[in-house]
Nanobody, 124 residues
Framework: VQLQASGGGLVQAGGSLRLSCAAS????????LGWFRQAPGKEREFVAA????????YYADSVKGRFTISRDNAKNTVYLQMNSLKREDTAVYYC??????????????????WGQGTLVTVSS
């Protein structure tokens, strides 16, 4: 599976962005998908995840109520709608895909494949 993230950019605080992550491969629907982010000088952190069935979603407390993860298996794409953006949301955002072998969606080790990252900058 190859992942290509896009949609990052510069936005003012309070604004919105939608990130997309397009995947290659015929087994896209079998994978759990996640978004992580990494700010300068910080470790990569979990943002959101959606299992293969798409019936549940999981979020970091810091983005709950503001971000929404969704997937379109017909288009092999996962999205991250980001609303009410804050300066502390500034980071490189990465999408990831993993087969569910158990474990936590919030851990980087769960995922087998990673996209290249897209930069989100939130200005005040």
């Amino acid at each position: 599976v190859q992942l290509q993230a896009s949609g990052g950019g510069l936005v003012q605080a309070g604004g919105s962005l939608r990130l997309s992550c397009a995947a290659s491969g015929r087994t896209f629907s079998s994978y759990a998908l996640g978004w992580f982010r990494q700010a300068p000088g910080k470790e990569r952190e979990f943002v959101a995840a959606i299992p293969w069935g798409g019936l549940s979603t999981y979020y970091a407390d810091s983005v709950k109520g503001r971000f929404t993860i969704s997937r379109d298996n017909a288009k092999n794409t996962v999205y991250l709608q980001m609303n009410s953006l804050k300066r502390e949301d500034t980071a490189v955002y990465y999408c990831a895909a993993g087969i569910n072998r158990g474990g936590s969606y919030s851990h980087t080790g769960f995922y087998d494949y990673w996209g290249q990252g897209t930069l989100v900058t939130v200005s005040s």
